[in-house]
C-alpha cells in the first residue's frame, strides 16, 4: 500500500489533484500496481480525506502543549514511531490537528509496531493532504528510506 501512496505522491502534484477514485485505480492499475494493494491504498487515502475535512481532534490544542500517548497508541505505535511523532511535534512540523491525523492513521494499520517508513509516509500524506509547506530537510527525512547515502 506504501508503494502506492508514494506513486500518488510523486504524480499527483496535489492531493485533490488525483481525480476520482476510478480513474485513480486506472492510472494505479497501468502503473503495475496490484487490486489488493490499490484497493487498500485507496480505502487508507479516503479515510485520510475524511479526517481532513472533518473537525480533527487536537485543533484546540494550543501551540507548545504536551501530547501524551494512551497506552493503547504507544502500543500500537511503538516507541521509535511514536518518538518521531514527538520529535516532528516538537520541531513545530505538525500542528496539533496534523499529529492527531498521523496518529489515527498510524494505530489504524495493521502493522504493530508502525514500521518507521511506513510512519514517515502516512506524515508525508498528512502534510501533502493539507497542502502544507513542507521543510526541504524533513521532506528529506521523510523521504529517506534507510538505503546507503553518499556524501558530496
Same mark, same amino acid.
Given at each position: ?32 500496481? =496490484? ?10 487515502? !479516503? ?8 473537525? +480533527?481532534? &487536537?485543533?484546540? +490544542? ?7 500517548? #494512551? +497506552?493503547?497508541? %504507544? $502500543?500500537? %505505535?511503538? #516507541?521509535?514511531?511514536? &518518538? ?5 511535534? +516538537?520541531?513545530?512540523?505538525? #500542528?496539533?490537528?496534523? !499529529?492527531?491525523?498521523?496518529?489515527? !492513521?498510524?494505530?489504524a494499520l495493521d502493522d504493530t509496531p508502525v514500521?518507521?517508513? $511506513? ?7 498528512? =502534510? ?10 524533513? %521532506? ?6 534507510? &538505503?546507503? !547515502? =553518499?556524501?558530496?
Amino acid at each position: 500500500m506504501f508503494d502506492v501512496l508514494v506513486f500518488l505522491y510523486e504524480n499527483c502534484g496535489a492531493f485533490d489533484a488525483c481525480g476520482d477514485e476510478a480513474a485513480v485505480s486506472r492510472q494505479l492499475e497501468e502503473a503495475g500496481f =496490484l487490486d489488493e494493494e490499490i484497493s487498500a491504498a485507496i480505502d487508507w487515502l !479516503r479515510e485520510l480525506a475524511h479526517l481532513v475535512r472533518a473537525d +480533527a481532534p &487536537g485543533a484546540s +490544542a494550543r501551540a507548545g502543549s504536551v501530547r501524551v500517548f #494512551t +497506552a493503547h497508541e %504507544l $502500543a500500537r %505505535l511503538g #516507541t521509535e514511531a511514536a &518518538g518521531f511523532i514527538a520529535f516532528l511535534d +516538537a520541531a513545530g512540523q505538525l #500542528t496539533p490537528a496534523q !499529529r492527531e491525523i498521523v496518529i489515527e !492513521r498510524a494505530v489504524a494499520l495493521d502493522d504493530t509496531p508502525v514500521p518507521l517508513p $511506513a510512519l514517515k509516509i502516512i506524515v508525508l500524506m498528512v =502534510l501533502w493532504s493539507q497542502e502544507s509547506e513542507i521543510d526541504v530537510l524533513v %521532506l528529506e527525512e521523510l523521504l529517506d528510506d534507510g &538505503g546507503q !547515502r =553518499l556524501l558530496h
